[in-house]
């Protein structure tokens, strides 16, 4: 039986995951002086924007207003570093629900419910490892951050994802490993060597540096800056928490050379980037998807062949020879595990409508995976 061990086991405060101080493991950043409260309450008000998201310049320093589900609204209370205690008491509640009513004055707020408050000042640090043999660190055991970028929990699965999906051989105790372990199962198996495990720190240190760089400047902006500023801040906030804005660059999985593959005048694919959402409709039903649907987190490589036009003479050439190509292939590796190693996809421009059916090659309809993409949805997202 092989051991492999991932460490999640931060405390909310930071710094204190058990398995990598067992591993000697150092966190490389400074200790930031900013202190903020954060309170969950219902309230009667009549300022207007309440239920927007909003990043407020009051007299009694920067606010964030995040609408929560049903009535409920999160706010985020810039606070000094003396507001800092060891244990949260009513003094500190009352001062948190007094500098809310202060800041929005002139605007009236009375408060119906207090759910739950807290003080934080979370140190942007990061692991200097994030593998030690046999041992991975992920989550808040390997960056902490301020939780203004919203990321904490975004980038923590993010990690377990990027080491895959379960696989039935491991078993998962920590919450935050739920997604483990196609980079593990895959080694596991035998189907790849080691050193597919190395691409995790290479992949995800790379971008909680990144991400703390982005939260200490969201930090420092609260201090004040131009609204416009915030609204870019908040665009690339997106990019992080959606994954469409990042970019691995492991050279094990990514060709070295990075290159964009344009698939029509407005949709292109980044090496190292995630698939970005499209609307296809599954040619079997006519059941409308989102293209990201067909790539389940299951272990398993996707190949998602972009076709074109089938009733244009090049693109069902090239078509044809390609499933002529993979069947040789098939029939020659019969039984290796091989086919059982992806799964495919083909995605086809013509209307659900349109005789599509005989143009695919029998090889690739066996995989019944027939997908037609309307158009592609608004990139204005993209960077
Ligand atoms: C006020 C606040 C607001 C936040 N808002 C957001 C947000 O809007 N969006 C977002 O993405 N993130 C947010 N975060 C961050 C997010 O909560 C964390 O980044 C995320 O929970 C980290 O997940 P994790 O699994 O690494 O660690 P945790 O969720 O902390 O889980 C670690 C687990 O390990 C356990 N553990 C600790 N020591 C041991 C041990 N020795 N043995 C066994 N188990 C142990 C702990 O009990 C805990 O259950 C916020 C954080 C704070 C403090």
Not at 23 to 38: Q, S
Not at 163 to 176: D, F, H, V, Y
Not at 348 to 372: A, C, G, H, M, Q
Request: some cysteine.
């Amino acid at each position: 039986m092989v051991f492999l061990t991932i460490g999640a086991d931060e405390l909310p405060t930071g710094a204190h995951s058990w398995m990598r101080q067992q591993l000697g493991v150092t966190l490389e950043g400074e200790k930031t002086e900013y202190v903020w409260g954060v309170i969950d309450v219902c309230m009667h008000t009549d300022f207007p924007d309440a239920r927007l998201k909003c990043i407020i310049q009051s007299s009694q320093g920067a606010m964030i207003i995040i609408p929560r589900e049903e009535d409920k609204l999160r706010f985020y209370v810039q606070c000094s570093p003396k507001d800092r205690i060891s244990e949260l008491n009513e003094d500190i509640k009352n001062k948190l629900l007094q500098r809310i009513s202060d800041g929005l004055r002139p605007y009236k707020i009375t408060f119906t419910q207090i759910f739950w408050y807290t003080i934080f000042s979370v140190p942007q640090k990061v692991a200097s490892k994030f593998r030690v043999g046999p041992i991975f660190l992920a989550g808040d055991a390997c960056h902490t951050h301020s939780p203004k970028a919203g990321q904490g929990a975004n980038i923590s699965m993010g990690d377990a994802h990027n080491l895959g999906k379960s696989a039935p051989e491991i078993r998962i105790l920590s919450l935050s490993c739920t997604e483990l372990a196609w980079k593990l199962a895959w080694v596991l198996r035998g189907w790849s060597d080691d050193s597919l495990l190395d691409t995790y720190e290479i992949e995800r240190r790379t971008l909680a540096i990144q991400l703390i760089e982005f939260d200490k400047a969201i930090s420092a902006s609260l201090n004040g800056c131009e609204a416009s500023r915030y609204s870019s801040m908040l665009h690339e906030q997106n990019l992080f928490t959606s994954g469409v804005g990042i970019r691995y660059r492991s050279q094990l999985m990514v060709e070295a050379n990075n290159r964009e593959v344009s698939l029509s005048d407005t949709f292109s694919l980044e090496i190292g980037t995630r698939l970005p959402p499209m609307n296809i409709v599954r040619f079997a039903d006519w059941h409308p998807m989102d293209i990201q649907d067909l790539a389940a987190s299951d272990g398993l490589f996707k190949i998602i062949i972009f076709s074109g036009d089938l009733q244009g003479d090049i693109e069902s050439k090239g078509l044809r020879e390609f499933a002529e190509h993979l069947q040789l292939l098939a029939d020659k590796k019969q039984g290796s595990i091989l086919f059982k190693q992806f799964t495919m996809f083909t995605v086809v421009t013509e209307y659900k409508e349109s005789d599509i059916w005989s143009f695919i090659p029998p090889f690739l309809r066996n995989w019944r995976r027939y997908s037609e993409y309307n158009k592609p949805i608004s990139m204005t997202y993209l960077p």
